[in-house]
């Protein structure tokens, strides 16, 4: 009689556990949720420095100071050491340049530009495609270079060195 109920009629019938025999769950498993969470993570983690502006070039060094960060990410044009110009990644020819930075200044709030130029390509090449930012709206141009680079103000560094 151990484990049974004696029934009036004279059998015995089994005690089932309430244990949510056919009553849904109601807890939340959230260890596939941070499974999913944990593989994003690593995901966005090796992808984010391949997210940068993509065209290869040799930046010359300067010791300026870095620009601060605006809320609204600047215009990136690239100068190829060929001549080439990239408006973001997009190649796009000389003659076209000054319509299609006007048609970009009137889709953006601001008129910051990031010039980004290889550090073989001429002054002369780099105060043209200058002309043509100024002639398509965008007045804040800031000049890309890589840290380190010589200073003025260092004696005896070689840096300032007049060539004799």
């Known amino acids: 009689m151990a484990g049974g109920i004696v029934q009036p009629g004279g059998g015995t019938r089994r005690r089932r556990r309430s244990s949510g025999g056919s009553r849904p769950m109601s807890e939340i498993n959230v260890t ?3 499974d999913v969470m944990l593989v994003l993570l690593i995901i966005f983690m090796v992808a984010a420095p391949l997210l940068t502006a993509g ?10 100071a870095p620009l601060p ?16 110009v990239l408006i973001g990644s997009t190649e796009v020819p ?3 340049l000054v319509p299609r930075l ?18 073989t ?7 043209v495609v200058m002309g043509a930012l100024n002639a398509g709206g965008f007045r804040n141009i800031g000049l890309v270079t890589e840290p380190g680079g010589p200073t003025l103000s260092g004696a005896g560094d ?3 060195d007049t060539g004799q």
């Open 32 to 34: 596939p949720f941070v």
């Open 158 to 160: 070689g840096a300032a």
């Open 69 to 84: 960060q605006e809320q609204e990410e600047p215009l990136a044009l690239t100068i190829a050491a060929d001549g080439r």
């Open 55 to 64: 065209v290869p070039i040799e930046l010359p060094e300067t010791a300026a």
């Open 94 to 96: 000389r003659d076209d």
């Open 121 to 127: 390509v001429s002054y002369s090449d780099v105060m």
């Open 102 to 119: 006007r048609a970009i200044a009137g889709e953006r709030q601001g008129d910051k530009v990031f010039l980004r130029a290889d550090g």
